[in-house]
């Protein structure tokens, strides 16, 4: 099946469609942008973003755990929404920022108590994201995981979204500064795109331009101001972010505060992190 993409950009001051042909970006009014040159938004613009927690074998093997008998789930806020090439802020204060190259599943019709099998006539597309975890904040946000996964530019999606793309069997990398990090394959996923929709459209109406993250492979690692983390996925680009600190400190007088405990340590360095002798913060932070 032929692919097609089309962008979301800031062009001459104006949000704008834009159709992806090789390297240069088309507007229905015939001006033309390089892709390296566009100044990228979000591909879509949802009402909801709905993450699954384990999904692919790796990462569950990693976790040392095993699959519940079907998926759950969490939510990140549309607040959280960033685009291809913008900066991930690190809050000053917090130290335990992960990556999680993950690919996007855009609805393109409502959807309610559908079929497995009939789901994908309720895709629209694909797209990349990165399901950035402030994991500082696991210890009092584990169960709705709002602050870990849904602060403010931790849900980077794009550069585009790409329709008529076939999810089986493709691979799916992070780097970070370079370094392969994450390679996987999405055929290493328990539950596919189409479970995934038709699993929430039971309770929750999805509606057109909303997101279905699907999962991460194993190797979700801290990254800090400076690194430059990119989600590569077979048939749907490259997903480039950098990492930058806040100017401001987490307030210390409302909430429960950043906190560093073995679980945070654990999930944010892999487990046996004391060992392994991966990059620490510096003194610094």
Not at 47 to 64: D, G, P
Not at 71 to 93: C, D, Q, W
Not at 106 to 112: F, H, K, L, P, S
Not at 181 to 200: F, K, P
């Amino acid at each position: 099946m032929k692919t097609s993409e089309t962008r979301r950009i800031l062009l001459d001051g104006n949000v704008t469609d834009v159709v992806r042909h090789d390297q240069e970006l088309v507007a229905g009014d015939g001006r033309v942008v390089a892709v390296a040159e566009a100044q990228h938004l979000p591909p879509v613009v949802p009402s909801k973003i709905v993450c699954v927690h384990l999904n692919y074998a790796s990462r569950v093997q990693e976790m040392q755990t095993t699959l519940p008998p079907a998926p759950t789930y969490f939510h990140k806020p549309i607040s959280a929404l960033n685009a291809h090439e913008g900066a991930v802020v690190r809050p000053s204060g917090c130290k335990w920022l992960n990556y999680e190259g993950e690919i996007a599943i855009v609805i393109g019709r409502t959807a309610r108590n559908i079929a497995p099998d009939e789901a994908g006539a309720y895709i629209r597309g694909y797209t990349i994201g990165n399901d950035y975890g402030l994991h500082d904040f696991r210890d009092t946000d584990a169960g709705s995981m709002l602050r870990v996964k849904g602060s403010d530019t931790l849900c980077p999606l794009g550069p585009g979204l790409v329709e008529g793309w076939d999810f089986h069997d493709k691979r799916i990398r992070t780097l970070v500064n370079g370094q392969v990090r994450q390679d996987a394959s999405t055929a290493e996923m328990r539950w596919d795109m189409h479970y995934l929709v038709a699993d929430i459209a039971r309770t929750i109406t999805l509606q057109p331009g909303d997101v279905l993250l699907s999962g991460t492979p194993a190797i979700s690692r801290t990254v800090y101001p400076g690194d430059v983390v990119e989600v590569e996925v077979e048939g749907l680009g490259t997903l480039r972010n950098h990492i930058v600190e806040g100017p401001t400190a987490i307030r210390s007088d409302v909430g429960a505060q950043p906190s560093e405990s073995e679980e945070v340590l654990s999930t944010a360095q892999g487990g046996d992190w004391a060992f392994r002798g991966i990059r620490k913060p510096s003194k610094a932070l």
